[in-house]
């Protein structure tokens, strides 16, 4: 298709000088330039399918970035990136140094909120609606939240807050829900565009207030009121919103500009909180996506004519999947296992064991506090939770994790996945700071194996364990080792020397201890593969402080607090002043990249470890020339 009129657009001004029929025009161009840019990057695919006329309609309508508009998580944002002036950025996406995933402030004034993680667009939303009445601004505020985001806990906080009017009078916000789990079927399609209409017009508005200022002081008030909700509960399934203060309006086909259109302009020039409920499909207008939305979420470069096809070679085990067969594998041999997940069935690994133990396995939704909390449930009564969790999504249940797991010292097991750079995602997913954060936390230990196999000998040492335990692995494939089956364990605190060397010991957390074992042979240094976080081997730390120079600590972590900080605190606390160099991730937030590039960014491959030690240490006399002696 030729996307003729869709490359006149540069910004949304062009497009609202466009009309209805222009408009299902740039629909249909905008679609087919998103599904060939995306194969040719990799990127998220179906949810970004599913929402082009939404966001066609919703610039054509409001004038952005006057009026704010507010995406959830961001992967649903591609098409709002390519009408706001970065189409031909699109690709660079994800890349080193080009635009990222998600939406960014610094990146487009268009981008009103940076996102990442997923309910918070409501908050936000309402944070800028007060602040326009508080400054004096005419503007509008749109938050657009998926029915999956709206499982999150804080987005029903911000509604609470949103239609609880206090001494601050109601915002003028719209919310729209984009629910893609549901469709609308011919018949109920026509009947909802009228309801859309009828709701949304100034006629119902008007006559709704009219009839509430009438009989506000009567007996009849009371009953007219909860005949209005049940009236509406009837036909449309919005008394929840209602309750919360939000006029409800829909559902209507969010695909439909014909009825997008009209409605968004009926609901901008109404007043107060309103709640829009829009049924799009993942992976629309792609018929592959359409039938499997869920492999087509992030795919990697794809043809589109062909579609996803399996690699000619079996790519390496990754640590999500040796995190998938021990799960499995516990829960055969211990009935008191039980799998809990925040909505993160297929990243965290846990399909088969959904399959295998249904009983036993709870998806809990967006609601990492939840998760938590339900897991310390669990253990208290005698069974033995397993939390599959994103490093960078616990961050959200940390207060569960103080208060209702360490204090009082359950067993709930963490399997934190994404753990350090996770590449194309960036910022908002990397795990840079669990080390740090559970670290710091009475009760807990931390678990940093270094490859495939000794994850798995983590996972089984960490369920073992009488109390909370997290076991971090980052994202993708390690150094191949084979997984031995079985529950071996490691021993408790104990880390390991890999290789005997002088001078300078390097102890390594995690699976940076190759590219140490790397350095350290042309450094000719001592690797310790420290494999706890907490407990640190502080007896370990000691011995190799009195018998090397200098020390070294690696970890694909932050610094401050991080696993190098136990070490500093152990040899201050024993008096001794072995000088330390702490190599991990720099105190910045790092961008979406090429993992291996960005570790080599941040001196943590082989090269890079090995010049920080020269330039802090000075070369070893094997690498010094005779001349140069």
Same mark, same amino acid.
């Given at each position: 298709?030729?996307?003729?009129?869709?490359h006149t657009?540069?910004?949304?001004?062009?497009?609202?000088?466009?009309?209805?029929?222009?408009?299902?025009?740039?629909?249909?161009?905008?679609?087919?330039?998103?599904l060939?840019?995306?194969?040719?990057?990799?990127?998220?695919?179906?949810?970004n399918?599913?929402?082009?006329?939404?966001t066609?309609?919703?610039?054509?309508?409001?004038?952005? &970035?006057?009026?704010?508009?507010?995406?959830?998580? /961001?992967?649903?944002?591609y098409?709002?990136?390519i009408l706001?002036?970065?189409?031909?950025?699109m690709?660079?996406?994800k890349q080193?140094?080009?635009?990222?995933?998600?939406?960014?402030?610094?990146?487009?004034?268009?981008?009103t909120?940076?996102?990442?993680?997923?309910?918070?667009?409501?908050?936000?939303a309402?944070?800028?609606?007060?602040?326009?009445?508080?400054?004096?601004?005419?503007?509008?505020?749109?938050?657009?939240?998926?029915?999956?985001?709206?499982?999150?806990?804080?987005a029903?906080?911000?509604?609470?807050?949103?239609?609880f009017?206090?001494?601050?009078?109601?915002?003028?916000?719209?919310?729209?829900?984009?629910?893609?789990?549901?469709s609308?079927?011919?018949?109920?399609?026509?009947?909802?565009?009228?309801?859309?209409?009828?709701?949304?017009?100034?006629?119902?508005a008007?006559?709704?207030?009219?009839?509430?200022?009438?009989?506000?002081?009567? &007996?009849?008030?009371?009953?007219?009121?909860?005949?209005?909700?049940?009236?509406?509960?009837?036909?449309v399934?919005?008394?929840?919103?209602?309750?919360?203060?939000?006029?409800?309006?829909?559902?209507?086909?969010?695909?439909?500009l014909?009825?997008?259109v009209?409605?968004?302009?009926?609901?901008?020039?109404a007043?107060?909180?309103?709640?829009?409920?829009?049924?799009?499909?993942?992976?629309?207008?792609?018929?592959?996506?359409?039938?499997?939305?869920?492999?087509?979420?992030?795919?990697g470069?794809?043809?589109?004519?062909?579609?996803?096809?399996?690699?000619?070679?079996?790519?390496?085990?990754?640590?999500?999947?040796?995190?998938?067969?021990?799960?499995c @594998?516990?829960?055969?041999?211990?009935?008191r296992?039980?799998?809990?997940?925040?909505?993160?069935?297929?990243?965290?690994?846990?399909?088969?064991?959904?399959?295998r133990?249904?009983?036993?396995y709870?998806?809990?939704?967006?609601?990492?506090?939840?998760?938590?909390?339900?897991g310390?449930?669990?253990?208290?009564?005698?069974?033995k939770?397993?939390?599959?969790?994103?490093?960078?999504?616990?961050?959200?249940g940390?207060?569960?994790?103080?208060?209702?797991?360490?204090?009082?010292?359950?067993?709930?097991?963490?399997?934190?996945? %994404?753990?350090?750079?996770v590449?194309? @995602?960036?910022?908002?997913?990397?795990?840079a700071?669990?080390?740090?954060?559970?670290?710091?936390?009475?009760n807990m230990?931390?678990?940093t194996?270094?490859?495939?196999?000794?994850?798995?000998?983590?996972?089984s040492?960490?369920?073992q364990?009488?109390?909370?335990?997290?076991?971090?692995?980052?994202?993708?494939?390690?150094?191949?080792?084979?997984?031995?089956?079985?529950?071996?364990?490691?021993?408790?605190?104990?880390?390991?020397?890999r290789?005997?060397?002088?001078?300078?010991?390097?102890?390594a957390?995690g699976?940076?201890?190759?590219?140490?074992?790397?350095?350290?042979e042309?450094?000719?240094?001592?690797?310790?593969?420290?494999?706890?976080?907490?407990?640190? @081997?502080?007896?370990?730390?000691?011995?190799?402080? %009195?018998?090397?120079?200098?020390?070294?600590?690696?970890?694909?972590?932050?610094?401050p607090? /991080?696993?190098?900080?136990?070490?500093?605190?152990?040899?201050?606390?024993?008096?001794?002043?072995?000088?330390?160099? %702490?190599?991990?991730? &720099?105190?910045?937030?790092?961008e979406?990249?090429?993992?291996?590039?960005?570790?080599?960014?941040c001196?943590?491959?082989?090269?890079?470890i090995?010049?920080?030690?020269?330039k802090?240490?000075?070369?070893?006399?094997s690498?010094?020339? &005779?001349?140069?002696?």
């Open positions: 298709m030729t996307q003729a009129l869709l657009i540069q910004s949304p001004q062009d497009l609202r000088k466009l009309n209805r029929a222009q408009l299902k025009t740039v629909a249909g161009e905008l679609r087919a330039f998103l060939d840019s995306v194969s040719r990057t990799g990127g998220h695919l179906s949810s399918l599913g929402t082009v006329e939404l066609v309609a919703l610039h054509h309508v409001f004038n952005t &970035p006057y009026d704010r508009l507010v995406w959830d998580v /961001g992967h649903q944002s098409p709002h990136k706001t002036g970065r189409r031909e950025a690709s660079s996406l080193l140094g080009g635009i990222s995933g998600f939406p960014r402030r610094c990146e487009s004034e268009y981008d909120f940076g996102v990442g993680h997923s309910s918070t667009s409501i908050s936000a309402l944070g800028m609606a007060h602040a326009a009445r508080l400054k004096g601004e005419n503007r509008h505020t749109v938050a657009v939240i998926g029915d999956g985001a709206l499982t999150g806990g804080m029903f906080e911000a509604l609470n807050h949103g239609g009017a206090g001494g601050h009078g109601l915002p003028d916000m719209l919310v729209i829900l984009n629910d893609n789990d549901m609308i079927s011919p018949p109920v399609g026509a009947l909802n565009r009228y309801l859309a209409r009828l709701l949304s017009g100034k006629f119902y008007a006559a709704r207030e009219g009839a509430k200022s009438v009989l506000r002081n009567t &007996p009849l008030y009371e009953f007219a009121k909860r005949f209005e909700e049940h009236s509406k509960g009837m036909v399934p919005g008394t929840i919103f209602e309750e919360f203060g939000f006029n409800y309006v829909g559902p209507i086909d969010g695909h439909d014909d009825s997008l009209p409605t968004l302009e009926n609901l901008r020039g007043k107060g909180p309103q709640f829009l409920h829009v049924v799009t499909k993942k992976g629309y207008g792609y018929r592959l996506a359409e039938s499997d939305p869920i492999n087509y979420h992030g795919p470069k794809f043809d589109p004519a062909v579609g996803l096809q399996k690699p000619a070679t079996a790519p390496k085990t990754t640590f999500t999947q040796v995190f998938g067969q021990w799960l @594998d516990m829960a055969e041999a211990d009935e296992l039980v799998g809990i997940t925040p909505a993160m069935r297929e990243g965290s690994g846990m399909v088969e064991f959904e399959k133990f249904p009983k036993r709870h998806d809990v939704g967006i609601a990492e506090q939840h998760a938590v909390t339900f310390a449930g669990l253990a208290c009564e005698g069974l939770p397993v939390v599959a969790i994103y490093s960078t999504f616990l961050q959200r940390y207060d569960q994790l103080i208060h209702d797991v360490a204090i009082q010292n359950l067993p709930v097991m963490f399997a934190l996945d %994404r753990a350090g750079i590449g194309a @995602d960036g910022a908002t997913h990397c795990g700071y669990d080390i740090a954060y559970v670290r710091c936390v009475p230990a931390m678990l194996p270094a490859d495939e196999n000794e994850c798995r000998m983590a996972l040492t960490a369920f364990h009488d109390g909370p335990a997290a076991v971090r692995y980052p994202r993708g494939s390690g150094a191949g080792v084979a997984v031995q089956p079985g529950f071996a364990t490691i021993p408790w605190g104990k880390g390991e020397v290789r005997e060397g002088r001078r300078i010991a390097m102890l957390f699976t940076l201890l190759y590219p140490a074992m790397a350095a350290a042309k450094l000719g240094a001592t690797v310790a593969n420290m494999r706890f976080a907490k407990p640190l @081997d502080t007896e370990l730390v000691l011995e190799l402080a %009195r018998t090397h120079e200098a020390l070294v600590t690696i970890e694909e972590g932050c610094l607090g /991080g696993a190098g900080s136990a070490v500093l605190e152990t040899l201050q606390a024993a008096g001794m002043t072995t000088p330390v160099l %702490r190599l991990g991730l &720099p105190d910045e937030f790092i979406h990249g090429d993992p291996a590039k960005l570790l080599s960014l001196g943590l491959d082989a090269a890079g090995e010049q920080s030690v020269i802090r240490f000075g070369a070893p006399l690498l010094v020339t &005779p001349a140069a002696a």
